[in-house]
């Protein structure tokens, strides 16, 4: 199971998490992933970690971050941070969502 709160994610560890991601220009208007663009979402522990825990490609047809059981099974319950980031296909690079939270809840089994 898992909840959001904002930008804040609450993720029962070892459940899978199916969030849709929404991209915006500047202006407001919903951002269409173009051909070449790559979208990111990476978790750390902490920020100044060398490397991130998980780094998940985000499909540009469906927009959809899917984690699945394995990916968070191993991991320590509590917080963690994570980011969104875009690469265009020009090579620009957008972190879309930053500084945002990512809590492992503990399940009962």
């Known amino acids: 199971m898992y909840k959001t709160l904002g930008n804040n994610i ?3 560890r070892g459940d899978t ?3 849709k991601v929404s991209l915006y220009n500047q202006d407001g208007t919903e951002y269409e992933p173009a051909s070449g663009d790559v979208i990111r979402f990476a978790m750390k522990k902490n920020y100044t970690d060398a490397e991130p825990l998980l780094n998940i490609t985000i499909p540009n047809d469906t927009l959809m971050l899917t984690l699945q059981p394995a990916d968070t099974n191993q991991l320590d319950f509590g917080p ?4 969104l980031e ?3 296909a020009d090579g ?3 972190t879309f ?3 945002a939270s990512f ?3 503990p399940e009962v089994h």
Do not use: M, N, P, W
């Open 17 to 19: 998490l199916q969030l």
């Open 92 to 94: 620009t690079v957008d």
């Open 97 to 99: 969502i930053a500084e």
């Open 86 to 88: 875009i690469t265009k």
């Open 10 to 12: 609450t993720l029962t």
């Open 80 to 83: 963690y941070v994570y980011d």
């Open 103 to 105: 809590v492992l809840a």
